[in-house]
């Protein structure tokens, strides 16, 4: 059975149309609730945590939820607003039986969703999720126990220094940031409070971007995905770096001292390289996603170490690492996964240990966070119309093949849809810039056609 409701992070759409309504939130939650009775029957009292980001819907969606749970007889723990990685963590530290953080991860305000973690602090599995999936189609997730036994909620009020605490013991401990200038954009989401608790609790002299949410201006021409603010900044005030964290802050995008850019498949060259030198490098490698540059799996070659590729999404680059015992895996686009601390992606985690590094080392930040030279990539979205397949177009298959053959041994083609929104990605990367930009052009063209 496919999923239907479930992408590939949680459940996802524009807040207050289907399927992110209030009624769907709360069949979610016991929907979830009666999957968990199933799979792991027992007598004590279950619990679900739920935080969320700066959404103005969160509130919404929240408390449908919490009510859907209570329903079904657990305890709820309200986090507040909190980074998704830190909802996985509080959920394994407070032996919860479910997480949930509501949120729509760098998208804007409009859109919202739902992502679950179970006890251990992972995504539910794909198999978990069509039962939960079932349920809400049968009905089954709204037979309520016992007339009585329904849960109860509360608030952690410290969620907020649980994590920042969390952080700080991820950092070498006889080492701070004393010294360095930092620019944090927050992008008015969840870690608009933590984020820069954390550097200036290290000692770091922090200026902070986007850090005043008002329920609308989440990502809104700031943070990970746009970082156009972050680099002026970075450049006025001379800081050492900037970091620029999306709205759910599970994905980091650093700019370096001159004002230029560096991706996740940078950082992760770093991390691979002062983990394998530290000898804390497992897996032989690291993880990484289709979308990963060729740069990176050639540099990573040359240091004896290996690119392991799995499709989009963070939760498929945590399954592959953990049955290959990586501790490292991550995404071009932020996502960095340290397994040793971690299990999901930590933006500020991330942060933490590439700035331990320049600390480390005492160089500046363009020498250490551009280790290769990425090969010429081009990347272009194509919408289309639900319920329009514009991959099964005979004329776009002949287009993709003719492109592949041109590309040959000196680059790669990775098209796909989208896990959460309605567009095709052409992706394109090679040694012939000309020749990548001249292929992107044409397929999405041809795609464009058939989309109509």
């Known amino acids: 059975m496919n999923r239907k409701f479930f992408g590939t992070d949680g459940i996802r759409g524009k807040a207050g149309a289907f399927p992110m309504t209030a009624d769907m939130a709360l069949k979610v939650a016991m929907a979830t609730a009666r999957a968990l009775d199933e799979r792991f029957p027992g007598n004590h009292q279950k619990r679900a945590v739920i935080g969320k980001d700066t959404r103005l819907s969160g509130y919404m969606l929240e408390q449908a939820m919490a009510a859907g749970f209570e329903a079904m007889g ?90 920042v605490e969390f952080l700080k013991g991820t950092f070498p401990r006889r080492m701070t940031l004393e010294g360095l200038k930092i620019v944090i954009d927050c992008a008015h989401g ?28 989440i990502n809104d021409h700031c943070g990970a995905t746009d970082t156009a603010s972050l680099q002026q900044k970075v450049i006025e005030e001379k800081a050492d770096i900037g970091l620029a964290l999306d709205g759910d802050a599970d994905r980091l995008i650093m700019v370096d001292e001159t004002g230029d850019v560096v991706n996740g498949d940078q950082l992760m060259a770093l991390l691979a390289l002062t983990m394998q030198n530290s000898g804390t490098l497992q897996g032989g490698g690291l993880v990484a996603t289709i979308m990963s540059n060729l740069g990176l799996e050639r540099f990573l070659g040359k240091a004896g170490l290996t690119l392991n590729r799995t499709a989009v999404g963070d939760r498929y680059v945590v399954e592959r690492m953990r049955e290959g015992g990586f501790n490292l895996g991550g995404e071009q686009s932020g996502h960095i996964i340290l397994s040793d601390f971690s299990t999901t992606g930590d933006g500020m985690l991330a942060a933490l240990q590439v700035l331990s590094s320049l600390q480390q080392r005492a160089e500046k930040a363009s020498a250490l966070l551009h280790l290769f030279d990425p090969l010429p990539q081009i990347l272009q979205n194509v919408k289309f119309h639900q319920g329009v397949r514009p991959l099964d177009d005979e004329q776009v298959k002949t287009a993709i093949e003719k492109a592949q053959t041109l590309l040959a041994n000196d680059g790669r083609l990775v098209i796909r849809p989208s896990g959460t929104e309605p567009v095709i990605r052409v992706m394109a990367e090679g040694d012939n810039p000309e020749l990548v930009k001249k292929i992107v052009n044409d397929l999405c063209a041809e795609i464009e056609k058939a989309a109509c």
């Open 190 to 217: 969840a870690a608009y409070k933590v984020a820069p608790q954390v550097l200036q609790e290290l000692e770091a002299h922090v200026i902070v971007l986007n850090n005043k949410p008002d329920g609308r201006n």
């Open 74 to 163: 657990m305890d709820v723990i309200f986090l507040g607003p909190l980074p998704t990685p830190a909802v996985a963590m509080l959920t394994r530290s407070l032996r919860a039986d479910i997480g949930v953080m509501i949120s729509a991860s760098h998208n804007s305000y409009e859109d919202n969703g739902i992502k679950l973690f179970g006890a251990d602090g992972y995504k539910l599995s794909d198999d978990i999720e069509i039962d939960i999936e079932s349920h809400i189609e049968n009905g089954n997730g709204s037979q309520q126990p016992a007339m009585g036994r329904f849960g109860k909620a509360s608030r952690l009020d410290d969620a907020q220094g649980r994590y």
